[in-house]
């Protein structure tokens, strides 16, 4: 089974500020991770993801993550946030190989960008 | 624009009376997911078709059920909703693992629809 695990359930931040959001994992498999975003009302938008590679990860928007595999962490990053980055962001895992894919989501981090 | 749609967005219903809701996706994938996401929570697997065949999760009430119908359409049947209920229903769509280039790692993005919000009165 896997559990992830959303260090900060709410982040203020200023516009223009840099943004991390923190993501750690528990798996006694491989995983594929994943970062999704949630605009209110809406359904879930997929940033990024991790399947092999570079641990290094770029997605849409100007976000990016990267993966520490003995730290077990995907923290995603972006360097300079605007006012429509207000939104929850989930990380989730799927371990590899598994038919259907099951994501394993994270609590959700609600990042508010203020002006 | 392929993509996964959801219908209604927005759902009330009486405790105990029957509601379907229903998912259609243009994307002709072979995997169909429910999600129940309560307020300030993440999503919540319920259960997913890989093609007819039903795959429900162990912590699933009885009281949801599933329809497939063909690769286009599943259904989400509550059949006696309660106040518990009450939450952003999310259908999403996928290939089945399947290895890229080279035997690359298996690729199978998740594809989410607007969800339906479901209010039980």
């Known amino acids: 089974a896997q559990s992830v695990t959303q260090l900060d359930s709410q982040v203020p931040v200023f516009e223009e500020a840099p943004v991390e959001l923190r993501c750690n994992y528990s798996s006694s498999v491989s995983v594929y991770l994943f970062w999704y975003v949630q605009y209110p009302n809406q359904g879930l938008q997929l940033l990024l993801k991790?399947?092999?590679?570079?641990?290094l990860v770029k997605g849409i928007n100007g976000f990016e993550a990267e993966f520490n595999k003995s730290q077990t962490s995907f923290h995603l990053r972006k360097p300079s946030v605007h006012i429509s980055d207000t939104a929850e962001y989930f990380c989730a895992v799927s371990p590899v190989g598994a038919a259907g894919n099951k994501l394993t989501f994270g609590g959700g981090t609600r990042v508010l960008v203020k002006p | 624009d392929a993509m996964v749609i959801q219908n209604p967005r927005y759902q009330v219903t009486q405790f105990g009376k029957p509601v379907t809701l229903s998912c259609s996706q243009t994307l002709n994938h072979n995997v169909m997911y429910w999600y129940q996401q309560k307020s300030s929570q993440a999503p919540k697997l319920l259960f997913h078709?890989?093609?007819?065949?039903?795959?429900n999760e162990a912590d699933t009430p009885d009281n949801f059920q599933s329809r497939r119908p063909n690769t286009s359409f599943c259904f989400l049947d509550i059949r006696s909703p309660g106040l518990g209920d009450a939450a952003m229903y999310l259908c999403?769509?996928?290939?089945?693992?399947?290895?890229?280039?080279?035997?690359?790692?298996?690729?199978?993005?998740?594809?989410f629809g607007p969800g339906t919000r479901l209010t039980v009165l």
């Open positions: 078709y890989y093609d007819k065949d039903f795959n």
């Open positions: 991790y399947l092999s590679g570079s641990t």
């Open positions: 999403a769509t996928s290939r089945p693992p399947s290895r890229g280039l080279a035997g690359g790692p298996r690729t199978d993005t998740q594809y």
